[in-house]
């Protein structure tokens, strides 16, 4: 079975730019999360959808950053405009019963850079 | 304002010895905590977790206690393989809402 899937791997961009990472869900799961990886804080939750619906976007650092969920098999984060302090791994989660844990699996992150 | 705590980045340990992992949280409202393992250009993977209704819990080799008047809790690995090489998060939630996720700890397991 095929996991989460997330693409690019690896982003390089200059400051400024728009970004969008795509992940695609474990097929079946009805909740997708978006956490950030940084070396100071750690894993951080952006944003989670249930049933496509946001339920928390409390972690969204500014408004620069979107995420939407058109169809249970798609999502996108959206940073416009990028700026170097974005520069993480961006992971999508999914899980079939919400947050309970060992039910949620991480795609492989992607690398972002901006320079 | 970090609600879990890992305040060590790094471990190392010898192979075959224990490995101790330690976390604190601060939110008296966990009711379930967990541990994540990553190895490096891979996502986290959930390792072992455990209720706030009970103080220990073992799986083989891992064993997670659980202090809650101290709030904390620590990973135990033994004996520690190398394999066992890669960073493991501590996370914890409260009535099945979002995990909070510490900060890491890598551990190095040296044959």
């Known amino acids: 079975d095929a996991g989460v899937i997330q693409s690019p791997r690896h982003e390089v961009t200059e400051m400024g730019q728009e970004v969008t990472l795509r992940c695609k869900p474990i097929s079946g799961h009805n909740s997708l999360f978006w956490y950030r990886q940084t070396m100071m804080r750690g894993l951080e939750l952006l944003i989670y959808f249930n049933n496509n619906v946001p339920i928390d976007d409390s972690g969204m650092p500014e408004d620069r950053f979107s995420a939407k969920m058109p169809n249970a098999s798609f999502s996108t984060l959206k940073i416009q405009p990028s700026e170097p302090r974005d520069s993480a791994v961006y992971f999508c989660a999914s899980s079939s019963t919400g947050i309970s844990g060992n039910t949620i699996y991480f795609g492989e992150g992607s690398w972002l850079t901006v320079v | 304002d970090q609600q879990v705590k890992q305040n060590s980045p790094s471990l190392s340990v010898q192979e075959g010895r224990i490995s101790i992992l330690n976390c604190d949280y601060t939110n008296s409202m966990f009711d379930y905590f967990l541990w994540y393992k990553k190895y490096p250009a891979e996502g986290p993977t959930f390792l072992i977790s455990?209720?706030?209704?009970?103080d220990k819990n073992e799986d083989g080799r891992f064993t997670v206690f659980l202090n809650k008047s101290a709030k904390h809790l620590s990973l135990h690995i033994v004996p520690s393989q190398p394999g066992d090489s890669a960073v493991y998060f501590c996370a914890a939630t409260r009535a099945a809402r979002q995990l909070t996720f510490g900060s890491g700890t890598q551990l190095t397991v040296l044959p």
């Open positions: 455990i209720s706030s209704i009970k």
